[in-house]
């Protein structure tokens, strides 16, 4: 993290300087956040990934005020508004810059409560307004496209077999990024010919998804090369293969890396079709073979029925196209 002690720069004179005494360090906010963190997101008990999501955005908003000679402990509105011009000018979307000013909104809601501020300078300011549909907002593969996606990836590799098998989890069981990388090996169950792997999902919700004899073949040839390899039996089911970090979990960061690389080698990349594209491509695959909504909804791990039913919607509007 760049230093968060600014500079004095004219580019912000005094009648923007925050409300808070000259002398309330950003170490204290900072002290005020990982409290609040503590305490208050998710009812105490946030997962370590949602954690490090929360500080990973403060980073890049007190990065943006080292760049622009702003004390994060001092900032006014204004300088809310300028870090969300900036994002849109970056091309971010509405929902992005909404759950990132959302997350600093939240930062200097800790520093009232701790009385470091008497106002918080994010409240009120929004990522700005979004008229599309949720279902326009549903990039998927067809089921054309996905067979070919998953015939640029080589199976005669160890590198190939996992990201094979990544793809396949993700494309034709709908996991989401963050549930593959917390897979584990025990997360598998065979029982006779049922195979299933045990998911965690959003908010540690577990749930049990049953794997097709193709995805549980990609996964099984994976394993027992990464196995021959000299990598353990058990810890995490995914690992990084790069001599530096080799046989560590693998990180989300490599996850959208190693989709991307395919979907760039298969030529289907394109605007917002990443890894959550091949999550949506499950869903809008289930439905157009007549899967019912409720059990979809299982499968996804959604709480809210309105969710898969976008998905529902995504499929009737290709269909009247």
């Known amino acids: 993290m760049e230093s968060m002690t600014p500079r004095s720069n004219s580019e912000f004179p005094d009648p923007f300087a925050a409300e808070v005494a000259s002398e309330t360090p950003a170490d204290d906010i900072f002290t005020a956040f990982a409290r609040f963190l503590q305490i208050q997101v998710a ?13 990973r955005e403060i980073d890049f ?5 080292a760049r622009h000679d702003v004390d994060p402990a001092r900032a006014r ?16 979307y509405v929902t992005t810059r909404s759950h990132k000013l959302s997350i600093v909104r939240r930062f200097y809601d800790a520093a009232v409560e701790a009385g470091l501020r008497q106002t918080n300078p994010a409240a009120g300011v929004r990522g700005g307004k979004d008229q599309t549909p949720g279902e ?13 996606l998953l015939e640029v990836v080589p199976t005669d590799t160890l590198v190939g077999q996992r990201d094979r098998a990544i ?25 006779e010919d049922l195979v299933s792997i045990e998911v965690t999902g959003k908010g540690n919700r577990l749930r049990q998804i049953y794997l097709r004899p193709d995805t549980f073949g990609a996964l099984a040839q994976y394993l027992k090369a ?3 390899s000299g990598l353990p039996e058990n810890g995490p089911c995914f690992v990084s293969l790069s001599n530096r970090s ?47 909504t409720e059990h979809l909804r299982a499968a996804l791990g959604h709480v809210d029925i309105e969710s898969t039913e976008l998905y529902v919607k995504a499929v009737k509007r290709v269909q009247l196209h």
Do not use: P
């Not at 009812?43 to 500080?55: E, F, M, Q, S």
């Not at 908003?61 to 005020?65: A, D, E, F, R, S």
């Not at 690389?261 to 695959?285: E, M």
């Open 43 to 55: 009812h105490g008990d946030a997962t370590d990934d949602t954690i490090r999501a929360y500080y």
């Open 61 to 65: 908003w007190t990065q943006w005020c």
């Open 77 to 92: 509105r204004i300088h809310i508004e300028m870090y969300r011009e900036e994002m849109k000018q970056q091309g971010l």
């Open 136 to 148: 326009e907002k549903i990039k998927s593969l067809t089921s054309a496209a996905l067979s070919h």
């Open 167 to 191: 793809i396949a989890l993700m494309a034709i069981h709908g996991l989401r990024r963050i549930e593959v990388q917390r897979l584990d090996e025990s997360s598998l169950h065979i029982d």
């Open 226 to 228: 990464k196995h021959s």
């Open 246 to 292: 080799r046989g560590e979990r693998i990180s989300r960061r490599s996850l959208n890396e190693i989709v991307d690389f395919y979907l760039n080698q298969s030529s289907l990349k394109r605007a917002g079709v990443s890894c959550h594209a091949l999550r949506h491509t499950f869903g809008t695959l289930a439905i157009s073979g007549g899967a019912q």
